[in-house]
């Protein structure tokens, strides 16, 4: 049996992505802060066995210095959310000797954590990709990757592990929303199959929006990747934005592009990303119209605290050369009027969406998703591997350059180094599934002279 290492294959995915396949996972923050701005939390990575299941706290521009969960290959923490409302830290641990999925909530004030969430709630072993508080830190909404009883965290980590295209077929991308009083669990469930992916809560936290993977190509499963030429060998999905009402659970549709993600309310007003395949163009969009454009990927929205003001963070195409272009943050006010270059970041060329901090005076930005994580080095010790009998077995070696944390000053886009070391992404499970179902990577891999 042949083997492909997936950090080999992103390697060549990255020469190829621009547009397309997986940056909806951009939209998922690489950091959160604390209410009073503070402290950030992050899972932080580990580079030996490329383990993210240790959820961290450090001081701004210092060092670690508090371990929320230590995580182990199968008693792991992903997805992370910080109560505006009291700072307690939610988080998803997942695991055989977790006992399967459950949210478990940690307090700074005294450094206790309580299991908000059992396991028998959810009844399934799944790891979080992205999991965000209401405003009123009244509720929890969060999405994750539920895997099949012949899957688990561990294996996914481990050296030689392999996925059969069964067990990848098997593998759903679910959503949830968690009364945090009444510590009582509700699955967003759509009226068809719906892989859900990233989400955000409106200003009055009542309602949720999600970007939802649908099988678009009729080929009776889903694939969290676009649909482009298929003599190109790459079959793939599109996603669309839905909004789910908390009060009367219920799921609508509200966009029908090809590929729309990255849902962001502004107030109550939703806006999300539209990728037009055919020409490239990527627009900010709402049921009013699209009032901003460009030929860049924009990777992720963000609306200050006060929604005056939004931010949003790009990644330019260099047209096939090699040299890597630095990401760009634009600002402009809430409704998308006035719209300026507020920073480059020449070390972050594929930014995730930027973080507020609490006064808005400043944005915090990071770039770890899977694929930054993978151009940097950082996921150089992945050995995740796909069952295939066409694919050879191939290895990466490199310096591991973290990635950091920058905070751009709103008022004159400095931009300053505030953390730098090993920094995790919630969402890298569901990038490194979604890339390998969609069966382009062997196609990448056409003449990169690998070997058994």
Request: glycine share 12%; proline share 6%.
């Amino acid at each position: 049996m042949r083997k492909k290492s997936l950090v080999f294959i992103f390697l060549a995915v990255t020469l190829s992505i621009t547009t397309s396949g997986c940056i909806d996972l951009f939209h998922v923050p690489g950091v959160a802060v604390s209410p009073d701005g503070s402290r950030i939390y992050f899972l932080e990575g580990d580079t030996e066995s490329g383990s993210s299941g240790k959820l961290v706290s450090a001081p701004l521009g210092g060092t670690v210095d508090q371990t929320l969960f230590e995580g182990t290959d199968d008693n792991a923490a992903s997805a992370y959310a910080v109560s505006p409302a009291t700072g307690e830290v939610a988080f998803i641990r997942s695991g055989a000797e977790a006992g399967g999925t459950l949210i478990e909530i940690f307090n700074p004030a005294d450094g206790s954590t309580r299991t908000l969430i059992g396991p028998e709630a959810f009844g399934l072993v799944g790891i979080g990709t992205m999991m965000q508080y209401s405003p009123d830190g009244s509720h929890l909404a969060l999405t994750l990757l539920a895997l099949p009883p012949d899957v688990t965290p561990e294996s996914l980590n481990a050296e030689e592990s392999e996925l059969t295209d069964e067990q990848i077929a098997a593998i759903t991308y679910r959503a949830y929303v968690v009364d945090v009083a009444g510590a009582s669990l509700t699955e967003i469930v759509p009226g068809a199959p719906t892989a859900f992916n990233t989400l955000s809560w409106n200003a009055s936290g009542t309602q949720v929006a999600l970007n939802g993977w649908t099988d678009s190509n009729a080929d009776g499963k889903i694939v969290i990747f676009p649909t482009t030429d298929t003599e190109e060998g790459v079959v793939g999905d599109g996603t669309n934005v839905f909004v789910y009402d908390v009060a009367g659970n219920s799921l609508s549709q509200v966009s029908s592009g090809g590929f729309d993600y990255a849902p962001t309310f502004v107030g109550d007003v939703l806006y999300w990303v539209g990728a037009d395949m055919a020409t490239e163009q990527i627009g900010i969009m709402s049921t009013e119209g699209i009032p901003y454009s460009t030929t860049n990927t924009i990777t992720g929205i963000a609306p200050s605290p006060d929604g005056t003001k939004v931010v949003w963070a790009e990644t330019q195409d260099n047209d096939g050369g090699e040299e890597q272009l630095p990401g760009l943050v634009y600002i402009a006010d809430g409704n998308f009027g006035n719209v300026t270059l507020l920073a480059e970041l020449p070390l972050n060329a594929l930014p995730d969406v930027p973080v507020w901090m609490p006064d808005g005076q400043s944005i915090l930005v990071t770039s770890t998703s899977v694929i930054s994580q993978m151009i940097t080095g950082f996921t150089a010790s992945f050995s995740f591997s796909t069952d295939t009998e066409s694919t050879p077995e191939a290895s990466v070696e490199g310096n591991v350059v973290p990635p950091s944390v920058v905070q751009v000053n709103i008022a004159t886009g400095e931009v300053t180094p505030v953390y730098t070391g090993a920094i995790a992404n919630s969402s890298v499970y569901a990038g490194l599934i979604g890339l390998v179902a969609s069966g382009a990577l062997d196609e990448m891999m056409g003449g990169m002279g690998t070997s058994e």
